[in-house]
């Protein structure tokens, strides 16, 4: 039996340290955004600064990206070719994560990595509700500190035989849920 765990989690470890993140930002017109989302954005425009509509690739996948800033707050709300809300991410600094939480995640790094350096954190929001995501896009954008899922990290990592940048996700509670490595080509656009 512990062989098989043994196997299990070695594949396992394989496969979430195997993916990369290469991905290539288009700017693009509203008007080319998928149909369904495009009125997501009516009843908060007027608050918005700095509106901005992309469409994304990674090679394997395609999906459409508004980025935004209100109240301070930076926002990316990324949507499926289908106009599926995928999830609502906003840029946070290591001080917004309660220390409990933080702690955990700065443990993962400390025992995982000879040094690291985080570069970019996020609180990240997926609808696991019943509201429907035009209305939970609204409730992230009224009261942005409720209801995270997880925190996603950009961090630059060592160990002894590397150094590269890596996208990590946590759980919100800090624990490590998954990583892949980020391609340098697509480093700029991942640090907003």
């Known amino acids: 039996m512990t062989k098989y765990s043994i196997l299990a989690f070695f594949l396992w470890s ?14 693009i017109s ?8 495009q009125s997501y954005f009516n009843n908060f425009s007027k608050k918005v600064k700095l509106l901005k509509f992309y469409r994304e690739t990674d090679g394997k996948k395609q999906s459409f990206e508004a980025k935004f800033k209100i109240k301070k707050l ?18 946070i600094r290591q001080k917004h994560i309660p220390e409990s939480i933080f702690s955990n995640i700065f443990n993962y790094f400390d025992t995982s990595f000879k040094n690291s350096r985080l570069l970019k954190i996020q609180k990240q929001y997926i609808n696991h509700t019943e509201t429907s995501d035009k209305e939970f896009i609204q409730q992230i954008v009224s009261y942005p500190n409720d209801r995270y899922t997880h925190f996603e990290i950009i961090a630059e990592i060592k160990t002894k035989e590397t150094r590269e940048l890596r996208e990590f996700t946590f759980d919100k509670h800090g624990k490590f849920e998954s990583s892949r490595k980020v391609i340098s080509s697509s480093y700029e656009h991942a640090l907003y």
């Open 30 to 37: 509203i008007s080319e955004f998928p149909k369904v989302t």
């Open 14 to 27: 394989t496969f979430t340290f195997s993916q990369v993140k290469n991905e290539k930002e288009e700017r």
């Open 74 to 91: 930076h926002y990316s709300i990324e949507f499926d070719t289908n106009g599926k809300l995928e999830d609502i991410e906003i840029l």
